[in-house]
């Protein structure tokens, strides 16, 4: 299955820390998405890149976040000075240019902040 | 901006009977319609979706959604559930242009346990 891959599937860390998240998006994809979904919400966009260009970046991404792309392949999402309320899932998705509202989804990277 | 309501946030249903879930979305412009679905342990899964021309569109597993543009809804049905559609179930809407980011907005979910 050469679906959407994100590692890792889960992440325990204390207040204060850093993390870094990382995705692989189907390999022709050429955009890439970051959600966070707390419970019993449903996902809530952060940020997106079409190739390396990150194009998008919503309110709920504090300077705290940031994210990459360097080679338009894998993204990479790093959370600095964690807080408890950053604790949520944090989803990536990928789509192609030819079908770009067409999102398929991994599985995710559960966060606990501690 | 978008805003995406679904009014139903638990559903609980014997095997067999039908299903309808709620969907209401808040957007002037041409919108893209999804139905996602989450089973236990996995990941999202698209499960339908309406661009455009028939507003009756059909999915995977024997779902099915109605576009009514002057109700701003895309509800989802099955006329017979099963125990396998045990799952969180997602409305989500983006802008119609394929211009912009395509950025899906999400309902908050509802939550349908089907009873054997």
């Known amino acids: 299955d050469t679906g959407v891959s994100q590692n890792p599937r889960h992440k325990i860390t204390k207040r204060g820390q850093n993390v870094t998240f990382r995705c692989d998006p189907i390999?022709?994809?050429?955009?890439l998405y970051w959600y966070r979904q707390t419970l019993g919400q449903g996902p809530e966009f952060l940020t997106y890149?079409?190739?390396?260009?990150?194009?998008?970046k919503s309110r709920l991404l504090s300077d705290r976040f940031s994210a990459e792309r360097p080679k338009g392949s894998f993204s990479t999402l790093e959370i600095q000075r964690t807080e408890q309320g950053d604790s949520a899932m944090y989803l990536c998705?990928?789509?192609?240019?030819?079908?770009?509202?067409?999102?398929?989804f991994g599985s995710g990277t559960q966060l606990s902040v501690l | 901006a978008q805003s995406v309501s679904q009014h139903n946030h638990h559903v609980i249903l014997s095997e067999a009977a039908s299903l309808e879930l709620g969907c209401n979305y808040s957007?002037?412009?041409?919108?893209?319609l999804f139905w996602y679905v989450q089973y236990p342990g996995q990941h999202l899964q698209l499960l339908l979706k309406?661009?455009?021309?028939?507003?009756l569109v059909k999915g995977i597993k024997g779902f099915e959604a109605e576009f009514i543009k002057s109700k701003f809804s895309f509800n989802l049905r099955k006329p017979s559930v099963q125990w396998s559609d045990t799952a969180e179930y997602f409305c989500?809407?983006?802008?119609?242009?394929?211009?912009?980011?395509?950025?899906?907005?999400f309902g908050g979910g509802t939550r349908l346990m089907v009873k054997p």
């Open positions: 998705a990928s789509s192609s240019q030819k079908k770009p509202s067409e999102l398929f």
């Open positions: 390999s022709e994809h050429n955009r």
């Open positions: 890149f079409q190739n390396e260009a990150q194009l998008e």
């Open positions: 957007y002037g412009g041409t919108v893209n």
């Open positions: 309406y661009f455009s021309g028939d507003p």
């Open positions: 989500a809407v983006n802008a119609g242009n394929n211009n912009a980011g395509n950025m899906l907005t």
